[in-house]
């Protein structure tokens, strides 16, 4: 029996070899124990560098085996998202706002919000605008100091253990791309509960394991990224942890969010399996020193030739307008909850002695 309980997995490649097999065979590990259902038997999901991700035997839950304190969680997003990875999306991030809201708005009359890791507060402009009184509270302090001194937003530096809300005092609490990064998301779900009124909404968005780029692309999807990633959820995993933290869930769905287009996805996972930017190199394809097709994070030393990187940006742009193009048939993709991101709306028991139940 495989023991991965060590506080950082450190793994050799012959371990990730050997766990590759075990997986094969059928094996279980002891982990640490599942966030979801307190289970310690689990199976090797995949290694990724040097991480190891398993699968609950218990539940089905997906995690890193490394656990990360609270001083590890703030130094790493003290500097992880610098402003300029985060302004030029701006635009972006305020229409899929301005949507997420207007879904909200639908369900509830009441306009008291609560985002955590509100990240540069892009989230609250939009809440701002249509009306809603909204709070913040995100862990890193550039961003909550960037998020108060330039658009004069509620946002409090911290995390909901460290800063002090009013129980129940919320119509609606966000947690959005959050849960995946944090060592408890469960405990995270139940103190957001107990901040919404009876009967308040709780909206989740995460990366889908179960979504169709992950399906092509195995441990090289973008979203597979331990330790900043400790957990991994479907819809149905998700929807079993809303649960768990005593929230009825009203409303799945699914869309591509931040993930590239399906023709750069495709284009990336032919050059995973076959090994195309490689073989193009053997073969001494007229495109400069290295192949076209050597991906951007492939982690090769020079990185992509000037070639290379062309195609991949010719890959995102034209894979952009054809998404566009079939933007009628995404709803069957976005219906069977198969697109990069899955968002959930659930609901607070309204009688007080049904909550927190199991
Ligand atoms: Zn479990």
Redesign the pocket.
Known sequence: LVRLTRPFSDLAAHESVALDALSAAGGHVVAPA??????TQ?RPFLTCRTHVLVT??????VYATERLGAVELAEMYAHRYPPEAFLPQRERKLAKAHRELALLERLTTGRRLLDVGTSYGFFLVAARERGWSAVGVEIAPEPAEYARRIYGLDVRTGTLETVPLEPAGFDVVTIRHVLEHVPDPLGMLRRAVALVRPGGLILVAVPNLASLAFRLNGRYWWWIDPPTHLYYFTPRTLRAMLQRAGLEVVLAQSERSDDHPLLYTLLFSLNQRFRLGARLRRWRWPLGGHAGLDAPDEGRPAGPSRWGRHIWTAAQVLGEALDRLARPLAVVPQRLLLCSEVLMVAQRHRSSCETGRV
């Open positions: 599942c966030n979801l259902c307190g289970s689990a609950c035997v218990g539940c089905g839950l």
